[in-house]
């Protein structure tokens, strides 16, 4: 099974629309040709869309990633990179955000360095930070995308009226929102963010797809109704539980970019197979209901 392509944007990149995320590639425990043979695994799946962040690891993830890039070049060659910055301690113990211009330049600079590339596909401002100065941002992005080191730009986990204006001072646009999205969190369908990324049709990257784990680990009435729906609709439909609730995000019109957070390959197999699991719109709304806990009014 290999999984399709999708634009996340007019004028934007092309992603696999399913993407392999890396933020805990620490705390697989692999070694850089341990984890370049999982990787390549998934780019021989289609999933070639690497997500990976400055702050993942306490920085340490981007440079095992390029280490395990740098062993073989041609798969290299086959994936796109997605990083993001603003996190970070950078000339302080402080945990805290920085969206500077300087902090922006060099927190790229140094991922460059880390991911032994020249380049990466796709940069996002990590967190929204209180103290950003849009235009200061804006020209950050245009010395990075007339430098080369970026091709695209994007932010993740901004609400709507942040998004907008960011937007504003750029003159080319944001090509996705990474938020957190899934049958346990609507909250972003609530707030208005996936209205937006389907007004500008942009798609949004998805964190946490599967609740983070708590789908399935979580003692609660809520995560037991789900999960119950979850193992009717996949009966049905002869799926898994987690190929359901991936379908179920597949499923939204504003074109759903999931982010696997698995380190297991035999997960990342199963998971490729949701693009082929067709709720019906009753099917999807069971779930909406399990997971609100009231029925549509």
């Known amino acids: 099974m290999t999984v399709s392509r999708i634009n996340m944007a007019q004028d934007g990149p092309e992603f696999s629309r399913l993407v392999r995320g890396l933020a805990s590639s620490i705390r697989w425990g ?27 690891g306490d920085g340490q993830a981007e440079v095992l990633l390029g280490e395990a890039l740098a062993l073989d070049r041609s798969v290299a060659q086959r994936v796109e990179i997605v990083t993001k910055c603003s996190i970070g301690t950078w000339d302080t113990s402080l945990y805290h955000y920085d969206t500077s211009r300087e902090h922006i330049e060099w927190s790229v600079d140094q991922s460059l360095t880390k991911l032994q590339t020249d380049h990466v596909d796709l940069l996002l401002i990590h967190r929204p930070d209180p103290l950003m100065n849009a235009d200061e941002v804006a020209e950050a992005f245009d010395a990075l995308r007339q430098s080369g080191k970026v091709l695209y730009f994007g932010v993740s986990n901004h609400n709507p009226s942040q998004f907008e204006l960011l937007s504003s001072r750029l003159e080319m646009p944001l090509v996705t929102n990474q938020v957190q999205f899934s049958v346990m969190y609507l909250e972003t369908y609530f707030d208005g963010t996936l209205d937006l990324c389907q007004q500008r049709r942009i798609s949004p990257m998805v964190w946490g797809p599967l609740g983070g784990g708590k789908l399935f680990r979580e003692d609660s009435e809520r995560a037991d109704r789900l999960r119950n729906e979850l193992q009717s609709v996949g009966q049905e439909l002869d799926a898994s539980m987690d190929q359901v609730a991936l379908a179920w995000l597949l499923k939204h019109p ?43 009014p």
């Open 30 to 56: 692999k070694s850089p040709q341990e984890l370049l043979e999982h990787i390549a695994a998934c780019v021989d799946m289609g999933v070639t869309t690497l997500d990976i962040a400055a702050a993942y």
């Open 254 to 296: 504003a074109r759903l970019v999931p982010i696997l957070g698995t380190g297991k390959v035999e997960r990342v197999k199963s998971a490729t197979e949701a693009e082929d699991v067709d709720l019906t719109r009753e099917q999807w709304f069971r779930l909406w209901v399990a997971s609100t806990g009231e029925r549509l």
